[in-house]
């Protein structure tokens, strides 16, 4: 401090004396207050201090309150001042600009090692998680979210609201997808968060189970992703991981499923839409109906003899029937099939 005092108050004397003023030490006490994180009020309360010590030492040597050449020193002292403050704030913001940028990227460095899988045990995912600020213990789950348009940012209260709801977060945004480690200190708040966070995002959102360390960061992980593309393409919603066992299963084996499903229902599949959706409706109506052949009328506004007589279509046209066990399992895996992964006629 003493060096930096020294130096600007050089400078400025040697420029009150006529010589070019040389910005070089405000420039430098600008940078090393910005490193050292003093604030910018007390940088420039500095320069101002400067500036008074040298006008009180100009006025005791003077001849008096007349004296024309303190008159003339008095603008060209402030003049001065206001230069080199100037320089000292140019430089303390691009320091802060770099230091913020540097810490940026050390942020980002940090959470992506968070969600790296390890070989080593996550032992880097623990020093990571330490260095962002999360507690180690509480009850952590892992949040995958596809957002309905590709690029779309996270909406900028969704932090803010999961804090409310006693969450504290961790974000990862890529280019088509936001992965968000959350922490709680019990249950009973982190499914309060996760409610908050299905209110305030768009999008498919995928929940890993709770668990309670960090070591089970890379699992929690796969297990989100999965649960993300267990809503349907084109919808909204969020799935928490092993609500809906059948999607988790066919999104996993999506290739044998998309096989599968093809040979169950390619027939149906294969009708004008308008027909195809009659015979696709009347079956998700029927095992949402729990086989209720009036209630499945009810739902779709037909007669009990028109939901016959798809369920008889589909049977001609599979070879599979509802009141079979068997083959009615094969219909619901392949419908939900179907609902999961998007499939039509043509793929």
């Known amino acids: 401090m003493r060096g930096a005092c020294r130096d600007n108050l050089a400078e400025i004397i040697r420029a009150l004396a006529g010589a070019e003023p040389n910005l070089k030490p405000a420039l430098a006490v600008g940078r090393l207050k910005a490193e050292r994180g003093v604030p910018l009020a007390a940088l420039l309360h500095a320069f101002r201090l400067g500036g008074r010590l040298i006008w009180e030492q100009l006025t005791a040597l003077s001849k008096g309150p007349g004296d024309p050449e303190v008159h003339e020193c008095a603008t060209l002292l402030w003049e001065l001042i206001d230069a080199f403050s100037d320089a000292a704030v140019e430089a303390y913001r691009d320091t802060e600009t770099l230091l913020a940028h540097s810490d940026a990227q050390a942020r980002y460095r940090l959470i992506r090692m968070l969600f790296d899988d390890h070989a080593d045990g996550s032992v880097r995912s623990l020093g ?78 995928g929940v890993s189970a709770e668990f309670g360390t960090p070591l089970g960061i890379p699992e929690a992980l796969g297990q989100a992703r999965l649960a993300a593309r267990s809503t349907p393409p084109g919808t909204e919603g969020l799935v928490r991981f092993g609500s809906d066992p059948m999607a988790h299963l066919l999104v996993t084996a999506s290739g044998a499923a998309r096989v599968f499903t093809e040979s169950v229902l390619g027939g149906v599949l294969r009708l004008p839409p308008p027909d195809r959706d009659d015979l696709l409706s009347v079956l998700a109506e029927w095992y949402r109906c729990h086989g209720a052949a009036g209630d499945v009328a009810e739902a779709l506004h037909c007669h009990r003899n028109t939901v016959r007589y798809r369920l008889r279509k589909v049977r001609d046209l599979t070879g599979r029937d509802v009141t079979d066990p068997v083959q009615s399992a094969e219909l619901y895996a392949a419908l939900r099939s179907v609902e999961v992964l998007g499939i039509v006629a043509d793929e």
């Open 128 to 205: 990571a998680l330490r260095t962002l600020g999360v507690p180690e213990d509480g009850v952590f789950q892992v949040v995958v979210i596809i957002p309905a348009d590709p690029g779309q940012a996270l909406p900028a209260p969704v932090t803010s609201s999961l804090r409310d709801a006693g969450a504290q977060t961790v974000w990862d945004s890529q280019a088509d997808v936001h992965i968000g480690l959350l922490r709680t200190a019990s249950s009973r708040e982190a499914v309060r968060a996760v409610d908050r966070l299905g209110q305030a995002v768009a999008g498919r959102i």
